[in-house]
């Protein structure tokens, strides 16, 4: 499997498992454990982030909102689409740029900042609507080596809430959790 091939491969399957956690979604106003943003809100963000890394990077994605439908899936499902193409673009994925973690190309920031979120907020999105989502091995392996990459500077103002205490019997998952300022 190349560099390129991973790369759109293991953004479709972020995707791909959000995507699944949005389609369960019922009540769109259901406060998430991000106090400052609702399932909604929480999308938006999502969106909105992505497309400002594409912006960043040379691309436009554009704005789907709801001319058409005011569906926050079928939203969801064509902004997903667009960053998925991104993602499977050579030219894109192999630019290099800066990042607070130093170089890389832009197919591994995506992986690492975003895929995050794809993971992270899928857990908030699902919490908010009372629906139980477990991470993979795999999954908990990658969180905790983005953290471990960003340090200190992962509790900045606006990335993550400082971490929690748990009990000494938590699991991997509610430990991970807990590290990113969630109660698990």
């Known amino acids: 499997m190349t560099a390129q091939t991973d790369i759109e491969a293991r953004w479709t399957a972020y995707a791909k498992d959000f995507t699944a ?4 979604v ?9 106090a400052e943003w609702d399932a909604a809100q929480l999308l938006e963000h999502m969106v909105t982030a992505q497309r400002d890394f594409a912006a960043r990077n040379g691309r436009e994605v554009p704005i789907f909102d709801g001319s058409r439908s005011m569906d926050r899936r079928v939203q969801w499902i064509k902004h997903s689409a667009a960053i998925q193409a991104l993602a499977g673009d050579k030219s894109f994925v192999n630019q290099t740029m800066s990042t607070a973690l130093g170089q890389s190309t832009v197919g591994d920031a995506l992986l690492r900042f975003h895929g995050f979120d794809l993971v992270v907020h899928r857990w908030d999105l699902g919490r908010s609507q009372g629906i139980d989502v477990q991470f993979t091995d795999v999954e908990m392996d990658r969180l905790e080596a983005t953290l471990d990459a ?6 900045t103002p606006g ?6 205490q748990v009990a000494e019997d938590a699991s991997r998952q509610q430990r991970l959790l807990a590290r990113m300022g969630r109660k698990g």
């Not at 019922?26 to 991000?34: E, G, K, M």
């Not at 960003?150 to 509790?155: L, N």
């Not at 990335?159 to 929690?164: G, K, M, N, W, Y």
């Open 159 to 164: 990335i993550l809430a400082e971490p929690v």
């Open 26 to 34: 019922t009540d769109w106003h259901a406060q998430t454990p991000c």
């Open 21 to 24: 956690v949005v389609d369960q």
């Open 150 to 155: 960003f340090g200190d500077r992962a509790y």
